[in-house]
């Protein structure tokens, strides 16, 4: 007893003094990087982990340990919390994981915006104030058809924003199949009693006609609704009226139609064999007065709320109280545009990386999954191709597909593999499937796969 306790104070008296450590050549180059505070507290930290594990019966660390323990922890302690992974799930618009990327064009000019002063609410023509909101105005209006645009933080913010303007104490109609919940806790129905507006259900879950609409307007009527179905289908006995005969019907009785389109899609997701997701152009075609959707899905952009229609209604929401508070700031606004330029030069299959990975054809896909394998076979690693499935993700085209091949690992614990993985120095995210663990190329762009070959024979060699 005796023995073991004279053994502790013989640990405890190898634990080096905080000032003794602080004055060790290798600690002090340390404080040049993180600073004289952060260190001091790291040391501090260190040493009282260290009598804890004593107390506990470890011994004490060699003495010449001590600056790299320090290193490490400083480290560790300074790894951003936000941080790019790897997607390897082949899901595109991936919400947990960010949903798009960024083209290189959108990042260029979010360095140049961010790096210096810019034009964001000055007039270079006029030499005077101008408005941040004439940023993508020209771009989204030719791009759509419509006939004015604002962007906002994010689509729901876009929702919230159009509802609270035009709509605040008066009766808003909307179909049953329609409300809606999106995920994250965004429901249709929350975000417009927050908004002012009255909820008046109309039609049943599954049939909604055009004369329940008309049959439930009143004096105290202010819009139409209608919200994109995003992140579910209904199939069987269905019906709900198209958009161009909502509209009808809305105007026939002085109300507004409002479009909550969703993902944004304003390319023909059909060219590439999946389902037909609306098209703003289509909505602004059909004569809806506003329509909203995000920037992050389909679009391709950065995270942002797009209203466009009518000029005098998006004036009002422009000059709305609340257009300040979800304003979006210049780095979105820089992304934002130079995404749109991609689609306005025909470009954003070839630019936007959510597009390039929708069209990315199998074979190309099989060409660098086996370039994977080939790799990982050098270095004794074994791997299979197994055909699979992408999917567009983002609460989009809910169940559809693309065909993709994929890297197979076969593991006897392969949550173990997928937990070292992601505690890769870049995080890699991956699927599993029973006993495989399942790598899509779909949505590791080029230029991450090396990073990738590495994590991968890191955990598994
Ligand atoms: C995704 C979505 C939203 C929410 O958009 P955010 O950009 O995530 O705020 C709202 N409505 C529909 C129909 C959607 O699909």
Same mark, same amino acid.
């Given at each position: 007893?005796?023995?073991a306790?004279?053994e502790? =104070? !013989?640990? *405890?008296?190898?634990?080096?003094? $905080?000032?003794?450590?602080l004055?060790?050549?290798?600690?002090? #180059?340390?404080?040049?990087?993180?600073?004289?505070?952060?260190?001091?507290?790291?040391?501090?930290?260190? #040493?009282?982990?260290?009598?804890?594990?004593?107390?506990?019966?470890?011994?004490?660390?060699?003495?010449?340990c001590?600056?790299?323990?320090?290193h490490a922890?400083l480290?560790? =302690?300074?790894t951003?919390?936000?941080r790019?992974?790897?997607?390897?799930?082949?899901?595109i618009?991936?919400?947990?994981?960010?949903? +798009?990327?960024?083209?290189?064009?959108?990042?260029?000019a979010v360095?140049? &915006?961010?790096?210096? *002063?810019?034009?964001?609410e *000055?007039d270079l023509a +006029?030499?005077?104030?101008g408005s941040?909101h004439?940023h993508?105005?020209?771009?989204?209006? +030719?791009? !759509?058809?419509?006939?004015?645009?604002i962007?906002?933080?994010n689509n729901a913010?876009?929702v919230?924003?159009?509802?609270?303007?035009?709509c605040?104490g008066?009766?808003?109609?909307?179909?049953?199949?329609?409300?809606?919940?999106?995920?994250g %806790?965004?429901?249709?129905?929350?975000?417009?009693?927050?908004?002012g507006?009255?909820? $008046?259900e109309? /039609?049943?879950t599954?049939?909604?006609?055009?004369?329940? @609409?008309?049959?439930?307007?009143?004096?105290?009527?202010?819009?139409?609704?209608? $919200?994109?179905?995003?992140? @579910?289908?209904q199939?069987?006995?269905?019906?709900?009226?198209? #958009? +161009?005969?909502?509209?009808a019907?809305a105007?026939?009785?002085?109300?507004?139609?409002i479009?909550?389109?969703?993902? /944004?899609a304003?390319?023909d !997701?059909?060219r *590439?064999?999946?389902a037909?997701?609306?098209?703003?152009?289509?909505?602004?075609a059909?004569g809806?007065d506003?329509?909203?959707?995000?920037?992050?899905?389909?679009? %391709?952009?950065?995270?942002? /709320?797009?209203?466009i229609?009518?000029?005098?209604?998006v004036?009002?929401?422009?000059?709305?109280?609340?257009a300040?508070?979800?304003?979006?700031?210049k780095?979105t606004l820089a992304a @934002?545009?130079?995404?749109?330029?991609?689609?306005?030069?025909?470009?954003?299959?070839?630019?936007?990386p959510?597009?390039?990975m929708?069209?990315?054809?199998v074979?190309?896909?099989?060409?660098?999954?086996?370039?994977?394998?080939?790799? #990982?076979?050098?270095?004794?690693?074994?791997?299979?191709?197994?055909?699979?499935?992408?999917? &567009?993700?983002?609460g989009?085209?809910p169940?559809?597909?693309?065909?993709?091949?994929?890297?197979a690992i076969?593991?006897a614990?392969?949550d173990?593999?997928?937990?070292?993985?992601?505690?890769?120095?870049?995080?890699?995210v991956?699927?599993?499937?029973?006993?495989?663990?399942?790598?899509?190329?779909?949505?590791?762009?080029?230029?991450?796969?090396e990073?990738?070959l590495?994590?991968?024979l890191?955990?598994?060699?």
């Amino acid at each position: 007893m005796n023995e073991a306790i004279s053994e502790r =104070q !013989t640990e *405890y008296r190898k634990l080096p003094a $905080v000032d003794a450590l602080l004055r060790e050549p290798a600690v002090a #180059l340390l404080m040049g990087d993180y600073g004289d505070e952060l260190v001091t507290e790291c040391v501090r930290d260190l #040493l009282a982990a260290s009598r804890q594990q004593i107390a506990a019966g470890a011994s004490a660390p060699d003495v010449e340990c001590w600056p790299a323990l320090i290193h490490a922890q400083l480290a560790a =302690q300074s790894t951003p919390s936000l941080r790019p992974v790897i997607n390897a799930t082949g899901i595109i618009v991936h919400t947990n994981l960010g949903r +798009a990327l960024l083209s290189a064009a959108a990042l260029k000019a979010v360095q140049a &915006v961010g790096a210096g *002063y810019s034009s964001l609410e *000055y007039d270079l023509a +006029a030499g005077a104030r101008g408005s941040r909101h004439d940023h993508a105005r020209r771009l989204l209006c +030719a791009l !759509t058809g419509a006939e004015d645009a604002i962007v906002v933080n994010n689509n729901a913010a876009a929702v919230y924003l159009a509802l609270g303007a035009l709509c605040q104490g008066r009766e808003v109609l909307i179909s049953r199949s329609q409300l809606v919940e999106i995920g994250g %806790g965004f429901r249709i129905p929350d975000v417009l009693r927050q908004s002012g507006a009255r909820l $008046v259900e109309v /039609g049943t879950t599954n049939r909604t006609h055009l004369r329940d @609409f008309t049959l439930a307007v009143t004096a105290e009527s202010a819009a139409i609704m209608r $919200v994109h179905s995003s992140n @579910f289908k209904q199939i069987g006995f269905v019906t709900m009226p198209s #958009l +161009a005969e909502l509209t009808a019907a809305a105007h026939k009785h002085d109300l507004l139609l409002i479009d909550d389109l969703g993902s /944004g899609a304003l390319l023909d !997701t059909t060219r *590439y064999g999946l389902a037909p997701e609306p098209m703003v152009q289509q909505s602004v075609a059909a004569g809806a007065d506003l329509i909203t959707f995000s920037g992050d899905k389909l679009l %391709g952009g950065p995270q942002a /709320g797009i209203i466009i229609g009518r000029a005098e209604l998006v004036e009002r929401l422009r000059r709305h109280p609340m257009a300040r508070a979800l304003r979006v700031d210049k780095l979105t606004l820089a992304a @934002f545009e130079a995404t749109l330029h991609s689609y306005r030069r025909g470009r954003a299959v070839q630019e936007l990386p959510v597009w390039q990975m929708i069209a990315a054809p199998v074979a190309a896909l099989q060409a660098r999954a086996s370039g994977w394998q080939a790799r #990982l076979a050098d270095q004794g690693v074994a791997a299979q191709l197994q055909a699979g499935e992408s999917a &567009v993700g983002g609460g989009a085209l809910p169940g559809e597909t693309l065909p993709t091949m994929l890297l197979a690992i076969e593991h006897a614990a392969p949550d173990r593999i997928a937990a070292a993985l992601r505690s890769q120095p870049t995080p890699v995210v991956c699927r599993i499937q029973q006993d495989r663990l399942l790598f899509d190329p779909r949505t590791v762009p080029p230029e991450q796969e090396e990073t990738l070959l590495t994590a991968l024979l890191a955990v598994l060699q």
